[in-house]
Nanobody, 114 residues
Framework: QVQLVESGGGLVQAGGSLRLSCATSGIRFGIKTSAWYRQAPGKQREWVAA???????NYADSVKGRFTISRDNAKNTVYLQMNSLKPEDTAVYYC????????WGQGTQVTVSS
């Protein structure tokens, strides 16, 4: 059974940093893309960052230069390093992995206070 478990969320002041982790298990086939999404209250879920199997990264304009997505294959874990956080980054952050099938984690809350 495939599981994605996010952790690392919390409350941080504006300008601070957090590192989110997404531990994956039960994935039998190669991961094509790992990504992070977020959903703020009253808003639709939006894409934040993606990392392809060949190492290419892409970021939403709103986080470019502040967030970094990475993956540790030995630990089957995807990370999102978030620096210079802003109140508008407040959201539930979701990990997404695509093998041919799309899998989602349960989400982790990030709250940035002003």
């Amino acid at each position: 059974q495939v599981q994605l478990v996010e952790s690392g969320g919390g409350l941080v002041q504006a300008g601070g940093s957090l590192r989110l982790s997404c531990a994956t298990s039960g994935i039998r086939f190669g991961i094509k893309t790992s990504a992070w999404y977020r959903q703020a209250p009253g808003k639709q879920r939006e894409w934040v960052a993606a990392l392809t199997s060949d190492g290419n990264t892409n970021y939403a304009d709103s986080v470019k230069g502040r967030f970094t997505i990475s993956r540790d294959n030995a630990k089957n874990t995807v990370y999102l390093q978030m620096n210079s956080l802003k109140p508008e980054d407040t959201a539930v952050y979701y990990c997404n992995v695509i093998t041919g099938v799309s899998y989602w984690g349960q989400g982790t809350q990030v709250t940035v206070s002003s």
